[in-house]
């Protein structure tokens, strides 16, 4: 790329709140902030709400709280504060379009001067006659520039009379807009293909083409990297910077996400809006990894990420040019990367809100309550327990699902399940009865995993049990689960009492 450029970089995010962060959104918000961040340069926040009739309550504070999760801080633009309300900073204030009409109107008389814009009174009515007319011909719907050349007396007098009015920007006729996009290469167009298309609708508004150009021309914005969706729109921008007589930023139009059928990622393919992520409890580090692996990689094997490396490595150049596969499994892997890297307390904090919304445990600080038993136990008693999965589980909305074993009294399960491959019962209630006894004479304290193997597997041989037909009993009686971590992992977890009593209960069944 141009190094003369990027001495002064300026990239915005320009999000219209019409709905709430999805995957694809957070790409685009990674990539400009890493490019700027990488160029020492500025992160800008837009936010682009001229279409009023799409606005989505809440959809400002989403983005707000997603890009504070990521830890990604804007340098301009609205912002969340610590007490969590939405300010504004920067330079450019208002950083919001609905609060810029002014701006748009005296910007709109220049061009109107210039005669590159110009008032077109069509009725809707008129409008739609003409498309039908060209849909039935095989046509493209285009303007037919009807209002073109209404003199200055002719507009005047239909405005005196209070018509109604778009304006359009006047497309030079058989002219090739030709630019360079840092990821797809030369786009040339012809604007005979290009539509007269309005600027400022007929309630007021600005449309999202007239805005955006003024602000990012105001703002003083470098490049602008968004959406592929947008690359079509990008020659009637550059055609309307050249027309105002302004130098038009850098473009880099990123390709979209796929699923894993290659198909066009979207909403029916579950969740995509990074607040089911968030409330899933992803790892925001091991979110923000994966998602700038989704048509980014530095060229080399690496593939985990903090954001500060991010920084360092990222470059345009490295994004590709075919679409990423947005593939869940694969974030599920990075995050159970980041879960492995968390020490115990933060494993175990991480995990608390989940253990609690699903009705296992209530915990005021060092005080945790099982909610089944009402048992009191010590913060260390459910560490312990979670020790067991932290190499294990991919997200924390798995925990209490893979742990609720250990909170509950009712496990329930019929005493064949007991039974290890052939092994009669009658010779599965014998090992379970000894082991019982093996278990009573060890000493609470030394109720560790490695002293109850060191035990049991000396009752094993001793006896000439067979070992599954010892140990699959045991493991069944303490988890009542097919798959679990080893028994004697669970046993140390459960404590010498628990651990007893699930076992007695397992004679029971088998009596
Ligand atoms: N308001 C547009 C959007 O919602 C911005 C596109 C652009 O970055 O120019 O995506």
Request: charged share 30%; with cysteine.
């Amino acid at each position: 790329m141009d190094k003369l450029n990027l001495a002064n970089v300026r990239v915005r995010i320009a999000p219209s709140p019409t709905g709430f962060v999805h995957v694809g959104n957070l790409r685009t918000i990674l990539y400009n902030y890493l490019f700027a961040k990488h160029y020492n340069g500025k992160f800008i926040i837009r936010i682009e709400d001229t279409d009023q009739s799409r606005l989505v309550p809440g959809a400002i504070d989403d983005l707000l709280k997603v890009l504070k999760w990521a830890g990604i801080e804007s340098d301009e633009g609205p912002y969340l504060t610590v007490d969590n309300k939405i300010k504004e900073r920067g330079e450019f204030s208002p950083y919001t379009q609905s609060k810029r009409s002014a701006i748009y109107n005296e910007q709109m008389r220049h061009l109107i001067d210039k005669g590159k814009a110009y008032y077109c009174f069509c009725s809707k009515e008129r409008l739609e006659k003409l498309r039908e007319a060209q849909t039935k011909n095989k046509l493209p719907p285009k303007y037919d520039t009807f209002c073109r050349n209404l003199t200055k007396d002719e507009v005047q007098a239909m405005l005196n009379n209070g018509a109604p009015y778009v304006i359009r920007f006047k497309m030079p006729e058989n002219k090739r807009v030709v630019f360079n996009d840092l990821i797809r290469g030369e786009i040339s167009v012809n604007t005979k293909n290009l539509d007269d298309y309005v600027l400022i609708k007929s309630d007021g508004f600005p449309t999202y083409h007239f805005a955006n150009i003024i602000d990012d021309h105001l703002m003083k914005i470098t490049h602008v990297m968004r959406g592929d969706e947008w690359i079509a729109s990008t020659p009637k921008h550059i055609l309307l910077y050249e027309a105002f007589g302004w130098q038009a930023p850098a473009f880099a139009h990123l390709p979209i996400l796929l699923n894993k059928q290659k198909k066009k990622l979207s909403k029916r393919d579950g969740d995509t809006a990074v607040r089911d992520f968030i409330e899933k409890g992803y790892l925001s580090e091991a979110f923000i990894n994966f998602i700038a692996l989704l048509g980014w990689n530095a060229g080399t094997e690496q593939e985990v990420y903090t954001l500060n490396e991010l920084i360092k490595q990222f470059s345009v150049d490295n994004i590709h040019k075919a679409s990423a596969v947005f593939d869940l499994d694969k974030l599920d892997w990075i995050n159970g990367l980041y879960i492995r890297k968390l020490s115990l307390n933060d494993f175990y904090s991480n995990c608390l809100p989940f253990l609690e919304s699903n009705g296992l445990l209530n915990a005021k600080g060092e005080a945790v309550v099982i909610v089944e038993t009402n048992e009191k136990v010590k913060p260390a008693y459910v560490k312990n327990i979670l020790k067991l999965e932290q190499t294990r589980i991919s997200k924390f909305s798995d925990i209490a699902e893979a742990i609720k074993y250990f909170f509950t009294e009712k496990i329930e399960y019929s005493a064949d399940k007991l039974l290890w491959k052939k092994t009669s019962r009658q010779s599965t209630l014998a090992s379970m009865k000894a082991l019982e006894l093996t278990l009573k004479k060890i000493k609470t304290i030394d109720f560790t995993k490695e002293k109850l193997r060191a035990s049991i597997m000396e009752l094993i041989e001793k006896n000439n049990l067979e070992t599954g037909g010892a140990l699959w009993p045991m493991r069944f009686a303490l988890s009542g689960r097919e798959k679990s971590p080893d028994p004697f992992e669970i046993a140390e977890a459960l404590g010498k009492k628990k651990t007893l009593d699930r076992i007695n209960k397992a004679i029971l069944k088998l009596l």
